[in-house]
């Protein structure tokens, strides 16, 4: 099976009086189906690397590919339909709640699945809301999860999850997790999601990414992983 997703040798430095690198010449591959968490400290471009694959910041060197097609040969909207980025701060397009959910289907002019739309609203606790408000007016959580249902009615095959429940509680937190589950088993959608939340990577991934130092280490056996961090942290305490 080939990658959906693919770079090699991508580096990223941050340019400014003092230039600040964030990584240098690392690679990895994403299948179909693959669920990565990226974890490590702030501040070592977790962030930026999702930005650079989803075509919303240019690397300084290296090499990208979807479907084994170099970044260079896309036109970033078609990428876009394929690699979906959503931002730890969640950005409401002008408008309603329902401009917001029909905003996707109207820029690529596919029919909006308002049944979908329905049952994620429902999933996420949002049932009740008035899709007429004015979007701007959300809580910080509403806004996220709109800005989630928003991204995934684009049925994009890989979703780049900026901490995404980082305003949430915890039982909407779950219920965000149990959403993309879902979604994930019925798509077949590949996800790169980032998180502080040890517990919520365990969770949510079979394969660790871990940006430190200008390097990205990647593990595979997840278990192997939190288990080897479970003892570090006993021997810190
Ligand atoms: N376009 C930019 N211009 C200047 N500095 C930037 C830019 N993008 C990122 N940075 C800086 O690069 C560093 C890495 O940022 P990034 O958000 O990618 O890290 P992160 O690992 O995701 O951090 P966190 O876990 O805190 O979200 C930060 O110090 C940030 O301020």
């Not at 997703?5 to 690392?26: N, V, Y």
């Amino acid at each position: 099976m080939e990658p959906l997703l693919r770079f090699e040798r991508l580096s990223k430095t941050i340019a400014g009086h003092t230039p600040r690198l964030l990584f240098k010449e690392i690679a990895a591959s994403v299948m179909p189906s693959d669920k990565i968490a990226i974890v490590g400290p702030s501040g070592q471009g977790k962030s930026t690397l999702l930005r650079i694959l989803s075509l919303l910041e240019l690397h300084d060197a290296g090499t990208i590919y979807l479907q084994e097609v170099c970044s260079t040969a896309w036109q970033p909207k078609d990428w876009r339909k394929k690699v979906c980025y959503v931002a730890q701060q969640p950005f409401m397009l002008e408008g309603s709640v329902e401009d917001n959910l029909r905003a996707v289907s109207k820029l690529h002019r596919s029919e909006y699945d308002s049944q979908a739309a329905e049952e994620l609203l429902s999933k996420l606790g949002l049932a009740g809301i008035d899709k007429s408000t004015h979007a701007a007016t959300l809580s910080g959580g509403e806004k996220q999860r709109i800005s989630l249902i928003r991204s995934l009615l684009l049925r994009a095959e890989i979703i780049l999850l900026d901490e995404i429940t980082a305003s949430l509680d915890h039982h909407h937190k779950l219920a965000v997790e149990q959403v993309l589950e879902e979604w994930q088993a019925a798509t077949g959608a590949a996800w790169i999601w980032i998180t502080h939340d040890m517990e919520q990577a365990a969770r949510v991934a079979n394969q660790i990414w871990v940006i430190e130092d200008g390097s990205l280490t990647i593990h595979k056996d997840t278990q192997k992983f939190f288990s080897t961090l479970s003892l570090k942290e006993g021997v810190e305490e």
